[in-house]
Structures are given as C-alpha cells and as structure tokens.
C-alpha cells in the first residue's frame, strides 16, 4: 500500500499570503496524484489532478507541482474561502487508492 | 449537471446492516467506474470499495473486506453498498464518487455524503 503523508498538519496563514502543502509518497505515484479541498459539512472537491492539472472552474491562485514522491499544492494568494482542509490522494498504485491525513489552512 | 446524491445513512445498532444508495444523473452512469468513500467524525477520507463500469471488477479496503459489497445497476444510474456486521468504527459519513472512464483514476465529484452511525 502506498501510504501518502502531508506537512504540516495545520497552516496557519494570513489573507493575501501565499500557503504552500507538501504531499509526500512512500513510493513512487509517478504525476498520478491529485488535490482536493474539503469545507466544513461539504465533500471534498477536486481542484488538481495529474499533479499540475487544474480541475475545471479553479482559480489559477491554484498550483500543483512534483512528481515521483514528493508533491507540493502552492495557493498563491489566500482568499477567505480558500480556508479549508486540503487532502491529496494517489491513483498510480491502487488498490487501495490512499489519501494523506489532511493539512488544515486556517486563518492567522 | 453531474449529480450523485446519496441515501440510507442512519442509526444502526452494533453487528446490524444498511444499504446505501447513490443516484448518479448528468452523466452516463454505465461508462464510468464508481467508488465508496467514508470520513469518520474529525478524520481524513478512506477509500473503501471500487466497482467498474460493467459490474465484473470489485475491490474493497481491507478495513471493510468480507462484510461489505458493492454493487450497480446501470439502468436505474444506481450505486450500493450493502453494509453487514456493522461496528462503532464504521461511523462515518459515506461519500459516492465517480472514479474515471478509461481507467480508473481520482474521484470526481462527490456525493453530498449520508451519514451512518453504529450505537447501541
């Protein structure tokens, strides 16, 4: 099983700063790995996909990068609605398709 | 719009059974693979269960092997799972999603979830 672990586990940024995750694999995913973004009482929504893709509808604010093992989601400019739990999640080795625990944006 | 929107989330006791349900719409259901995904309460997300597009290929988690199946029926655009041998740690809102076409990859969109909660 790949197991996928995100840094750090709580970002704590201001409005306007640039946030950066980080989505490590314990083997290789290749670019096959993805990004969501989960609101309180919503499901998760995609928002990159193929490592660097953005999903239809999100902002360029939005960047993913990486490859192999290590993976990095780069929100350029934080808006108030993009303070949310992000989740990445691999589909290279499957089954089982892994999702890391989650890194938490909050506001500072 | 592509719309999943699940149902029979409830109360069930320890050891009991549920069956959920998933209404796909705004897509051709019988061309894409699906999956089963669970959130506990404050937790991440944990695929559970996989089923292509015909129906001939299934996997499931480990977690959840042996007591859950999963299952379609692509002329009512309809996803299951039937849920056995409930326990507290199956507590979770469960997540439909489609999961690709040509081959199986992420998972896009979601359902809204329905929530299952195993007490006494």
């Known amino acids: 099983e790949t197991v996928m672990t995100q840094s750090p586990a709580t970002l704590s940024v201001s409005p306007g700063e640039r946030a950066t995750l980080s989505c490590r694999a314990s083997?290789?995913?290749?670019?096959?790995l993805v990004w969501y973004q989960q609101k309180p009482g919503q499901a998760p929504r995609l928002l990159i996909y193929?490592?660097?893709t953005r999903a239809t509808g999100i902002p360029a604010r939005f960047s993913g990068s990486g490859s192999g093992t290590e993976f990095t989601l780069t929100i350029s400019s934080l808006q108030s609605e993009d303070f949310a739990v992000y989740y990445c999640?691999?589909?290279?080795?499957?089954?089982?398709?892994?999702f890391g625990q989650g890194t938490k944006v909050e506001i500072k | 719009q592509v719309q999943l929107v699940e149902s029979g989330g409830g109360l069930v006791k320890p050891g009991g059974s549920l069956r959920l349900s998933c209404a796909a719409s705004?897509?051709?259901?019988?061309?894409?693979?699906m999956s089963w995904i669970r959130q506990a309460p404050g937790k991440g997300l944990e695929w559970l269960s996989y089923?292509?597009?015909?129906?001939?290929?299934?996997y499931y988690a480990d977690s959840v092997k042996g007591r859950f199946t999963i299952s379609r029926d692509n002329a009512k655009n309809s996803l299951y799972l039937q849920m056995n041998s409930l326990r507290a740690e199956d507590t979770a809102v469960y997540y439909c999603?489609?999961?690709?076409?040509?081959?199986?990859?992420?998972?896009?969109?979601w359902g809204q979830g329905t929530l299952v909660t195993v007490s006494s």
């Open positions: 705004g897509f051709t259901f019988s061309d894409y693979y």
């Open positions: 193929g490592a660097s």
């Open positions: 083997q290789s995913v290749g670019s096959n």
């Open positions: 999640q691999q589909y290279n080795n499957w089954p089982p398709w892994t």
């Open positions: 089923i292509s597009s015909s129906g001939y290929t299934i």
């Open positions: 999603a489609r999961a690709g076409s040509s081959i199986p990859n992420w998972f896009d969109p």
